[in-house]
């Protein structure tokens, strides 16, 4: 029997490197292209984009927020804490596994345009995720939480943005 862990993952899914923190491997892309979309976006996007996404113990994706709204699903491995900053000034704590008895899901949605990070519940274990994003994802829509910025604006979450930036 093969044991599922983070680096059998990381190998078999070919997941590399993400600049949020963990890994992933983008497994899809619509053909189609959305041509007219609101103004905070640059130009045409995908209808949609999907990813694997995987974040050992150690690790958690930090602050960031992209333009479109983002669908997270759970695959395997440990539970996975969201921390949403929303647009009220209110930190929102979203559970992904499998547990649904301790309040956990398989599936949530974190709004466009809000910060947000994430890491596993267990520091030895790992998390599998799949995001899928609409419209699409491009990096021009991404943007990375600056750590002042954040604790200026969100300064009674401080220690949890110093910890996630």
């Given at each position: 029997?093969?044991?599922?862990?983070?680096?059998?993952?990381?190998?078999?899914?070919?997941?590399?490197?993400?600049?949020?923190?963990?890994?992933f491997?983008?497994?899809?892309r619509?053909?189609?292209?959305?041509?007219?979309?609101?103004?905070?976006?640059?130009?045409?996007?995908?209808?949609?984009?999907?990813?694997?996404?995987?974040?050992?113990?150690?690790?958690?994706?930090?602050?960031?927020?992209i333009?479109?709204?983002?669908n997270?699903?759970?695959?395997?491995?440990s539970?996975?804490?969201?921390?949403?900053?929303?647009?009220?000034?209110?930190?929102?704590?979203?559970r992904?596994?499998?547990?649904?008895?301790?309040q956990?899901?398989?599936?949530?949605?974190?709004?466009?345009?809000?910060?947000?990070?994430?890491?596993?519940?267990?520091?030895?274990?790992?998390?599998?995720?799949?995001?899928?994003?609409?419209?699409?994802?491009?990096?021009?829509?991404?943007?990375?939480?600056?750590?002042?910025?954040?604790?200026?604006?969100?300064?009674?979450?401080?220690?949890?943005?110093?910890?996630?930036?």
């Amino acid at each position: 029997m093969i044991r599922r862990t983070a680096p059998y993952y990381i190998k078999e899914l070919n997941l590399q490197p993400h600049p949020e923190g963990g890994y992933f491997k983008e497994i899809y892309r619509s053909p189609e292209i959305c041509q007219q979309l609101p103004s905070r976006y640059p130009g045409p996007r995908n209808f949609s984009t999907s990813i694997y996404y995987l974040l050992r113990g150690d690790q958690f994706s930090a602050f960031h927020r992209i333009k479109s709204d983002e669908n997270w699903h759970f695959y395997d491995g440990s539970r996975l804490n969201i921390y949403i900053l929303n647009k009220e000034g209110r930190l929102v704590i979203k559970r992904l596994g499998k547990n649904l008895d301790k309040q956990e899901n398989f599936q949530m949605v974190i709004s466009q345009e809000q910060w947000f990070a994430a890491q596993p519940e267990e520091k030895t274990g790992f998390s599998l995720v799949g995001c899928t994003v609409a419209p699409g994802f491009d990096f021009s829509d991404f943007e990375l939480g600056d750590q002042d910025e954040l604790v200026e604006e969100y300064s009674e979450y401080r220690e949890m943005i110093l910890r996630y930036t």
